[in-house]
């Protein structure tokens, strides 16, 4: 069964501060997905990382893949309050098609003055 | 806008009581899927359709089902409902045959059993 795990599940950040944001998933699969939830809003897609080694930027986020380690990082520089939200990544169940996305239990953004 | 249309956005229902979530996919989209969001769970994936077949399932419940219409719309049927049910529901879709491309996810119909 694959298993998704970020961690933190909550944190609070200053404004101006860099952090990153961990996603480990069990078994192989070669598609990572990263949203972004606002509370009670729906998700909203913000990468798509689709081979070992893939790194997309947008803004002051910044994603990237490992498939041998299994693990994806969202790094945040410079926070900013408009970054505060709940953040989720998510993996293919198999690695082929367009299969259930499994997701990770989200971190809980909060960036503060 | 994502492209996908959930009715209603708010249910309010007793328990007991049966409903049915409605979920437009982005046109030329030929996968739904249909997840359930709730504090403790965290997002659980409920079950995918594919061009009117069901194509994969998940962690649904017997008291729930779901299909999709030939003009690929879906529904999602919860009955029976419990207090426990209460929970966002979301319906996303994709385009099928294009293998690198993400869910896209509707608004939601926020369901509270009371």
């Known amino acids: 069964e694959l298993k998704v795990e970020q961690n933190p599940l909550f944190l609070s950040m200053q404004e101006g501060k860099n952090y990153t944001i961990y996603c480990n998933y069990s078994?192989?699969?070669?598609?990572l997905y990263w949203y972004r939830q606002d509370p009670g809003k729906s998700l909203e897609s913000l990468f798509v990382?689709?081979?070992?080694?893939a790194v997309k930027q947008e803004g002051r986020l910044m994603a990237s893949l490992d498939t041998k380690a299994r693990l994806s990082t969202l790094h945040i520089t410079a926070a900013v309050h408009d970054l505060s939200a709940t953040y989720f990544c998510?993996?293919?169940?198999?690695?082929?098609?367009?299969?259930?996305?499994?997701f990770g239990k989200g971190t809980r953004l909060s960036v503060i003055a | 806008d994502s492209g996908v249309t959930q009715t209603p956005k708010h249910l309010i229902t007793a328990t007991g009581q049966r409903v049915t979530l409605r979920c437009s996919p982005r046109?030329?989209?030929?996968?739904v899927y249909w997840y359930q969001q709730s504090l403790d769970q965290g997002l659980q994936f409920l079950i995918q359709?594919?061009?009117?077949?069901?194509?994969a399932k998940g962690n649904i419940l017997e008291r729930f089902s779901a299909q999709q219409f030939p003009d690929l719309h879906s529904e999602l049927n919860l009955s029976s409902l419990e207090l426990g049910d209460s929970a966002l529901y979301f319906c996303?879709?994709?385009?099928?045959?294009?293998?690198?491309?993400?869910?896209?996810f509707g608004q939601g119909t926020r369901l509270t059993v009371v």
């Open positions: 078994t192989t699969s070669d598609r």
């Open positions: 359709y594919y061009n009117g077949e069901e194509r």
């Open positions: 998510a993996v293919d169940r198999v690695n082929s098609g367009n299969t259930p996305l499994v």
């Open positions: 996303a879709s994709s385009p099928q045959g294009l293998r690198n491309t993400e869910a896209f």
């Open positions: 046109s030329g989209d030929l996968s």
């Open positions: 990382l689709l081979s070992n080694g």
